[in-house]
């Protein structure tokens, strides 16, 4: 999961790249590659907005999210780029306090030190929505599933909403007997796995954006 998480990182500097690099030409065609510059000056653009100013949110309200706010998202994410248009993945979106309370009762259980935290509710991040997302159990489809998670983030970010992509209770659910029923509850079929969830709420915080490294981006002529 360390690695995909790293790859969907990837993805989205890529994506982010990409867009805004095809809007950085001076009158005389060169390119602008001052990237402090470019990624500053958005020009009210919506897309480079959202991208720039999404944040991992860790912490969220009570507030439920809106059904229709969910499959904005959702319709975002399998909108997503795939290989030959396979498609390679499965979403669930889970809302239903009692799915997530009851979980979180066998998390805590076997992680007795996370109820401690201040503010614990529930194991992802205390959001009130988690969208879960699998993969062929091949392996394959990882690239794009990365993309679909990549899409439904910025849209939830564009909606007002944060996000979180968590890989520790996916370990948790794959790896833990007494979790298996709401494993099933989720019916991904027997040839997928999950990959990684998303949460999803309304932020409680406004964490500061972490440094870049933008040396390691070359144009190369």
């Known amino acids: 999961m360390r690695n995909f998480t790293a790859s969907l990182g990837i993805c989205s500097i890529i994506f982010a790249g990409s867009f805004i690099f095809s809007s950085c030409s001076t009158s005389n065609g060169s390119e602008q590659t001052d990237l402090t510059v470019a990624t500053s000056q958005s020009d009210g653009n919506e897309v480079?907005?959202?991208?720039?100013?999404?944040r991992s949110i860790r912490k969220y309200k009570d507030t439920p999210v809106e059904r229709e706010k969910l499959q904005q998202i959702v319709a975002c994410g399998i909108n997503a780029p795939s290989g030959m248009n396979k498609q390679p993945w499965h979403v669930r979106?889970?809302?239903?306090?009692e799915y997530i309370n009851g979980i979180t009762e066998l998390f805590v259980k076997q992680?007795?030190?996370?109820?401690?935290q201040n503010g614990f509710k529930?194991?992802?991040?205390?959001a009130p929505a988690v969208i879960f997302v699998a993969s062929p159990i091949d392996g394959s489809g990882q690239l794009d599933c990365g993309m679909l998670g990549e899409n439904m983030m910025l849209a939830a970010q564009s909606l007002g909403l944060g996000t979180c992509c968590l890989g520790?209770?996916?370990?948790f659910m794959k790896n833990t007997e007494?979790?298996?029923?709401?494993?099933?509850?989720?019916?991904?079929?027997?040839?997928?796995?999950?990959?990684?969830?998303?949460a999803v709420g309304y932020p409680d915080e406004a964490p500061e954006s972490k440094p870049r490294d933008d040396k390691k981006v070359m144009f190369i002529d």
């Open 178 to 198: 007494e979790a298996l029923p709401y494993l099933k509850q989720l019916q991904i079929p027997t040839d997928y796995s999950l990959l990684y969830a998303i």
């Open 168 to 171: 520790g209770p996916i370990s």
């Open 93 to 97: 979106v889970v809302d239903n306090p």
């Open 111 to 116: 992680n007795p030190d996370m109820a401690n």
């Open 48 to 54: 480079v907005d959202a991208i720039m100013s999404r």
């Open 122 to 126: 529930n194991m992802f991040r205390n």
